[in-house]
């Protein structure tokens, strides 16, 4: 499991696409089901064959599942990303400022946002480029050009610059590309610096903002599920 598992929290696991279909069937299957059952989704063996075919590519080109039992598996860059559905009511979200360094938790989202400034000498390149976790993004400090960040949920006409794309799109194309289930979309976080969107939080970041060989400061954020005790909404130093 330690080889293809990147990340695990209680509301989402992280795996190694590759590494995972390098198992064993039987293994692979067993620790599909043992995952799925710890998210409380359906975990019987059609399920995990769904699963599979998702990784593999054999779900008629899908990247992206909604289960039964309250979870769903998403393809990404070389990841599997299984989550638990949010299983809170929708809440007005009301966007707010973040310093860095800091920290900041959304109890309505579930989910907490933690920037930090880092040298790029001190921060192996395998880590800055091969990032394998959804949730932590870096970033080049001197492009973001704030030590002031938005962190929002979507708005209307939303347009940003996703890493490794031509060009602009919609916000809402880039979802319905990368298969984000409408649902979903208004829980999404987004973080912000001077009215352009840097990160939108377990997706993608700005390609404006990609770290380079030139780039020397970098800005680290990570994402991380708040635990269901933890309701305090201060912001954080």
Known sequence: ESNVVVEKTKDCVVLDNAALLSCDGHVRSFLLHKLLSELEADSSFSTVERVYNLASGGEEGSVFLSLPGEAHVRREYGKLIMCRKPAKPEREFQPKRLKVPGQCRFPALGMA???????????????????????????????????????????????????????????????????????????????????????????????QFKVTSETRTLLKLEASVLDEKDNDSRFVT
Not at 163 to 177: A, E, H, I, T, Y
Request: glycine residues 8%; positive net charge; hydrophobic residues 35%.
């Open 113 to 207: 946002i933690k920037p930090d400034i880092v040298s790029s000498e001190n921060v192996p390149r395998d880590e800055i480029f091969r990032n394998r976790s959804p949730f932590k993004e870096y970033l080049d400090f001197e492009k973001v050009g704030s030590s002031i960040l938005t962190v929002r949920t979507r708005r209307a006409g939303d347009r940003f610059y996703p890493l490794g794309s031509p060009g602009r799109r919609k916000l809402q194309d880039f979802l319905v590309d990368v298969k984000c289930p409408s649902r979903e979309r208004d829980r999404l976080l987004i973080v912000e610096a001077g009215g352009e969107i840097i990160w939108v939080v377990g997706f993608r970041i700005g390609d």
